[in-house]
């Protein structure tokens, strides 16, 4: 069987939580291969994580300065894995900013083909498809590449299953000076949150506002049903623009795109612009007082009344199954 690369981001040595779906995912298409970039010595215990989510081969770049070095490392050790594995279908990367870099300059290095932001993977005569949404998420397409590797980008929360666990061969990639720093990072600024809450891109569920909620106050009510859940916040572009929370929790075409697998949306008419953000979402509750809302054609549940009045009821049910 032909192999599907992917990459496998960490922090630290922490894998990030979509490492099983990508490599469930390169399962679908192929023998998953896992490629990692770390810090020296680091490499051996990675590998053998990647192993148990699935991953058959681990090539692993063992790099100095590995964290403070952008994307150019990865880069070349995924060139590098791609000319060693010698029959690669497919790569496949998450969809945050790093990895989106790294795909698209791959694709230049190996003539490939970039698919970004897939919601979908398969394989058909044509060879490998990639669903993607277009034009703010008005039409659905599937796409194969015309010629050249197909190197994917795909949103969390795509791909359902996972891949058998494998006792991962590894095998040592030397980049030499290929992983070199073109740009370096000099300073980290952690942005301090407030909550433990799990990260906007990447949570299973998401609840949103909007600018029903009326006023920064009584936002406070959607982080409530949001830490009910154990859910990440977010909030339509009204709702930052009125002040009620940071842009960073902007959800939209000109904010985050999340594909959670519960999407809650609470006082948000889903303008078009919102909805190319979310409309991915495996579920989605709307929780409007107009039923006209343009949010309902999305909705797989909606909810017509009062956000001040059906949101306690459902923090209220959602603590008492807890009990
Ligand atoms: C270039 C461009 C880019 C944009 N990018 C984004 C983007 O990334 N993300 C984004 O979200 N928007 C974006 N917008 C803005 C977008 O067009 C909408 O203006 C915005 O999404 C509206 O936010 P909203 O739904 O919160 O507000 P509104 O459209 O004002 O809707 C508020 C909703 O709350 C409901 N409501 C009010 N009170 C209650 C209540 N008590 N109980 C229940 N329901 C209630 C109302 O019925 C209404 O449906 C963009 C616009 C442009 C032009």
């Known amino acids: 069987m032909s192999q599907v690369l992917v990459l496998a981001e960490h922090v630290g040595g922490t894998l990030s939580s979509g490492s099983a779906e990508l490599l469930a995912a390169a399962a679908q298409l192929g023998d998953p291969v896992a490629v990692i970039v770390t810090a020296p010595g680091s490499g051996a215990a990675l590998a053998s994580q990647l192993g148990a989510l699935g991953a058959v081969t681990v090539f692993v770049a ?22 060693a594995s010698g029959d690669v279908c497919a790569v496949i990367l998450g969809n945050s900013l790093d990895s989106r870099e790294a795909g ?33 998420g008005a039409f659905t397409v599937t796409a194969s590449a015309a010629r050249g590797i197909p190197v994917i980008s795909l949103r969390a929360h795509s791909i359902e299953g996972a891949a058998p666990a494998a006792a991962a061969k590894v095998v040592t990639l030397n980049l030499g000076a290929d992983a070199s720093a073109t740009t370096a990072v000099t300073a980290r600024h952690e942005q301090t949150s407030a909550s433990e809450r799990p990260s906007l891109q990447t949570a299973d569920i998401v609840v949103s506002g909007g600018r029903g909620l009326g006023s920064k106050e ?14 990440a916040v977010g909030a339509s572009r009204a709702a930052v623009d009125a002040g009620y929370v ?44 107009d039923a006209d809302s343009p949010i309902f054609d999305v909705a797989d549940f909606g909810v017509v009344g009062d956000l001040f009045t059906v949101v306690p009821q459902l923090i209220d049910a959602v603590n008492a199954r807890k009990r």
């Open 62 to 83: 063992e790099v100095a300065d590995a964290d403070s070095i952008l994307i150019t490392p990865q880069v070349a050790a995924l060139q590098a894995a791609v000319a």
């Open 218 to 231: 009584k936002f406070v009510l959607v982080e409530q049903l949001a830490d009910a859940l154990g859910a």
């Open 104 to 136: 698209a300059r791959l694709a230049v290095r190996i003539d490939g083909a970039y698919q970004g932001d897939a919601v979908g993977i398969g394989s058909g005569a044509g060879g490998i498809t990639v669903t993607q949404q277009a034009f703010g």
């Open 246 to 289: 940071e842009h960073n929790m902007q959800v939209g075409q000109t904010g985050v795109t999340v594909s959670p697998n519960l999407y809650i949306a609470v006082g948000i008419s889903g303008a078009i612009q919102h909805r190319a953000g979310m409309q991915s979402a495996k579920t989605i509750v709307a929780i409007n007082k």
